[in-house]
């Protein structure tokens, strides 16, 4: 029923779709505005209107427009508000955008006829050059407001924190859209906010690492069972209430009660992370957390280990104090010592336990303690104290005396070197910013009288170089990709080495027989292979290095990586583990009488059928394995060289620029006198390349 003077339902809804048709039309017409100013080198329209007519059309669009509003209210027609967010829009576009890059690649070009070499290394760094920077544009819209750096660093001031530093260089990296200083300063938030000094719990699945951390908390907090649990490393920080955040690789963090904690940290219920989950922290009011150390939670290392496994061995060099559990009642393993290496490789100091004590009697416990520390001085060469503790409530000093006597000493004197790492980090920023920012004033006209001048020749070489550089770390990439795939088929030809080597021994008049040797020469033959992508990955993080070195020379900029930085990435590989090999091969009398051939087929056969099956799996699991340490760190290794050459490709483009009036001079005069104004002392900690 319509009221008189006023339009019936049909008729609203046609005056509605009318007018939103109509306003499509009005923006495209803005769009066509917009198009004839764009900056994009393939302009859609000719700049044939001048600034003064575009004006003239947006100001009739806007009176359209708010005329249209007032007719549709006068009919009491409401209007809809729109479904889709902005940000989600974007981000499928970019996704798009992800996807034509991507059909650029050298392999899509030889489609198109033969490519030759140098060309294809280009296209392979101009594409991983561009899908960089979308993806980087992804993950940042991807977290939402958090992103807003800005923000946090209000909420770290209002907590307390001295930070006029990171808050001139976050003015500064805003103001003027120095986008490629934005993840440093993530990084330099990140440790701000979580006070840097972290405590991470390693050990095997089931070793009861979540268990300990529970009884430190004081609460039923962490999953704990049997099988494995933890799929994703959890911090645990001090908050005045309990509360649980989650960050994750696709959509926005969530905020969640500790209770729920299960549905994003177990394999249970986010089996192999299904849920992306990037971050988990959980804050408690709890004692032991007040004086700032957050504990760390990780997932089980080992043989049964999930896929979290991998987030911990990646995480394993971050943390500022590593804790290793040893399992009382199982044995030390290759994995447990390995992880007391990468810690010790890492300049990490490591404290080891031996959990779950109770299921010992006091002199075992003391022999078990005895073993432990015995290999640890055997096989890595180190000294360092094991420690027997357990969760069971009559075993309670045990834990205490552990914490008072080697925990609580040690947080003053890593709180002080994480300072000092952290401000290292932050007088590199700062260093990299001013020389953006002389860069940004030079072109402006006046100004800066520091920085490189480069002719424009010399700009464009540089930039060809870091692309290329990048390039030959993909074609690297796909290289190791490939090894690794082979290895998957190895299985037959390792057999056949093995038996090969074994009857040449005997020929020579060896008699080593039996699983010790098969397992070795096999391992060794797939260490072998291993090698051979070590060295690829060496040689690519080498060469990325020298053209970094090259480009920051010059750039005459003092943001560039420390010697070996990049190869620093080579950490953690994983070793090919047999297992237990149950497989006996005696040496035959009758090698002479048919020959080496014969004896090697035979002893090739009787390997096969013992172990056939258990080799093949064991080399296939390694493979796959290897494949995923090989993804992470050539990503790693990317994002490492992206975390220099952006900053470097920006300040070309600056240099290579020569458009007039962009900067305002005196904004970039105030952010210079700022950014002095706001950094300490040259002390001795803060310069760059200081050992910690
Ligand atoms: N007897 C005894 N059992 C323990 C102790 N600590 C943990 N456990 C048990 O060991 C099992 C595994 O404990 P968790 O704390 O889940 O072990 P985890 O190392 O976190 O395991 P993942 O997360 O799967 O890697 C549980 O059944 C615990 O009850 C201890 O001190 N003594
Ligand atoms: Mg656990």
């Known amino acids: 029923m319509s009221t008189p003077g006023q339009l019936n339902p049909s008729q609203r809804l046609h005056l509605l779709t009318s007018c939103q048709y109509a306003d499509k039309l009005l923006s495209e017409i803005e769009a066509t505005l917009v198009a004839s100013q764009s900056k994009s080198p393939f302009p859609k329209f000719k700049p044939d209107i001048s600034p003064a007519q575009a004006k003239v059309v947006q100001d009739y669009i806007a009176r359209m427009r708010a005329q249209l509003v007032r ?154 069972g049997v099988n494995p649990i933890t799929a994703v490393p959890t911090r645990l920080a001090y908050g005045s209430e309990p509360r649980a955040t989650a960050w994750f690789a696709d959509r926005k963090p969530e905020q969640f009660a500790t209770e729920r904690l299960a549905e994003f940290v177990t394999e249970q219920r986010n089996p192999a992370n299904i849920q992306h989950v990037t971050r988990i922290v959980v804050e408690l009011p709890a004692q032991r957390l007040r004086e700032g150390v957050v504990y760390v939670d990780t997932p089980g290392l080992g043989s049964l280990a999930t896929s979290g496994a991998a987030e911990t061995k990646a995480y394993l060099p971050r943390c500022d104090l590593g804790v290793v ?3 009382a009642g199982s044995t030390l393993t290759e994995d447990d010592l390995a992880t007391i290496q990468t810690l010790y490789d890492a300049g990490i100091p490591a404290c080891v336990l031996l959990s779950k004590a109770d299921l010992l009697a006091p002199t075992d416990r003391d022999r078990a303690l005895e073993y432990v520390a015995g290999h640890i001085r055997s096989d890595l060469g180190l000294e360092l104290p094991v420690h027997a503790i357990s969760i069971k409530a009559e075993y309670s000093d045990l834990l205490e005396k552990w914490l008072d006597t080697e925990i609580l000493p040690l947080y003053d004197r890593h709180a002080e070197l994480a300072r000092r790492s952290l401000n290292r980090k932050i007088g590199a920023l700062r260093l990299g910013v001013e020389a953006a920012l002389k860069a940004h004033l030079k072109r402006s006209g006046s100004g800066g009288r520091s920085g490189a001048r480069i002719e424009i020749g010399k700009v464009r070489d540089l930039e060809t170089q870091l692309r290329t550089a990048a390039g030959r770390i993909a074609q690297k990439r796909t290289g190791c990709l490939d090894m690794t795939d082979a290895l998957r088929d190895c299985a037959d030809e390792f057999i056949r080495t093995v038996a090969d080597d074994l009857t040449g021994a005997w020929e020579s008049g060896a008699s080593a027989t039996g699983q010790d040797i098969i397992k ?61 090999l149950e497989v006996e091969v005696g040496r035959s009398a009758m090698t002479s009488l048919f020959g080496r051939r014969w004896a090697a087929a035979r002893v090739e056969r009787r390997i096969r059928t013992q172990a056939g099956d258990q080799i093949t799996d064991a080399v296939g699991i390694y493979a796959r394995v290897l494949q995923a340490w090989v993804r992470k760190t050539f990503s790693e290794l990317q994002e490492r060289f992206d975390s220099y050459a952006d900053g470097y490709r920006a300040h070309l483009d600056r240099l290579a620029a020569n458009k007039t009036g962009v900067a305002d001079e005196q904004a970039l005069q105030d952010d210079l006198v700022a950014l002095a104004a706001a950094a300490p002392e040259p002390a001795e900690d803060s310069a760059p390349g200081t050992a910690a």
């Open 71 to 224: 007719i549709l209210d006068a009919q009491g027609v409401p209007i809809p508000a729109p479904h889709i967010g902005s940000v989600h829009s974007i981000r499928v576009t970019l996704g798009f955008a992800d996807i034509a890059f991507d059909e650029c690649r050298p392999k899509r070009m030889a489609g198109y006829g033969e490519l030759a070499d140098s060309a294809a290394t280009e296209i392979a760094g101009l594409v991983d050059e561009m899908q960089g920077i979308i993806s980087r544009l992804d993950s940042y819209l991807a977290q939402g407001q958090t992103a807003d750096l800005a923000q946090r660093l209000r909420r770290l001031e209002e907590a307390g924190s001295d930070i006029a530093l990171v808050k001139a260089l976050e003015r500064a990296i805003n103001q003027h859209g120095l986008v490629e200083f934005r993840p440093a300063l993530g990084t330099i938030i990140d440790r701000l906010e979580t006070n840097a000094f972290e405590i991470a719990v390693f050990g095997r699945v089931s070793s009861g690492k979540s268990s300990l951390l529970n009884h430190i908390v004081g609460q039923d907090l962490l999953p704990v």
């Open 325 to 327: 559990l040893i399992d």
């Open 520 to 580: 070795n020469k096999l391992e060794k033959a797939a260490a072998e292979r291993a090698a051979q992508i070590a060295s690829a990955i060496q040689e690519a993080a080498r060469d990325a290095g020298s053209v970094l070195a090259t480009a920051a020379i010059a750039l005459e900029t003092e943001n560039r990586p420390e010697q070996d930085e990049l190869l620093d990435v080579l950490k953690n590989m994983p070793r090919f583990d047999l297992g237990n």
